[in-house]
């Protein structure tokens, strides 16, 4: 199965990045190349956290770049390169776990958390440092699908609840709720493993 190694976090020139991109709305595979290269394994941690199975999560990555390919001829320059690609690859992400049926959402009407001391109190907690991106990615797979969504598109791709509760046919008072326990589920794992060590 092919590794995907994560690039660099240096910043490449943007010149460099519009000179791949106007190659491949040109159709030059070698423009095409650079920008898989240059982002696969980041598009494909994106995915992760949506979609643990890493076969399931490498076929997304693949559907997601020959949308990424077909579609680069409307990428008008304004805005992050990166961050459309990965618009386009979340999509992906839930578009899979939808037509897999894994995506079904607690009500709203179950009992709300408090997600503000919540926050207020992980920042207090120093302990976490001490969790690496293992544990964490660990968490993140154990939560179930509806969760795993909703605190992805808000805690990482910073979505608000309304634009959330539109993306996945749900109401916003929904994916609140989902977020709220899906914050508490990650926590309580984390602390047991911190627990363990």
Known sequence: MERFVISPSTPLDSEVIRSWVIAAQAGESEGQRQIYERYAGKMLLAIRRYIPGEQEALDVLQDGFLKVFGNIGGYTFKGSFEGWVRRIM????????????????????????????????????????????????????????????????????????????????????????????????????????????
């Open 90 to 197: 979340v999509n992906m992400a839930i578009d899979s776990l939808r037509a897999s049926r894994q995506l079904q959402f607690v009500g709203e009407n179950e009992a709300m958390l408090d997600v503000l001391s919540e926050r207020v109190e992980e920042e207090n907690e120093p302990e976490w440092a001490g969790l690496g991106q293992r544990d964490i990615l660990e968490a993140m797979e154990r939560l179930t699908p509806m969760y795993r969504a909703v605190f992805n598109l808000y805690a990482i791709e910073g979505y608000g609840h309304r634009d959330i509760a539109m993306q996945l046919g749900i109401s916003e008072g929904t994916s609140k709720s989902n977020y709220a326990k899906a914050r508490r589920n990650l926590r309580d794992f984390l602390r047991q493993k911190l627990r363990e060590k």
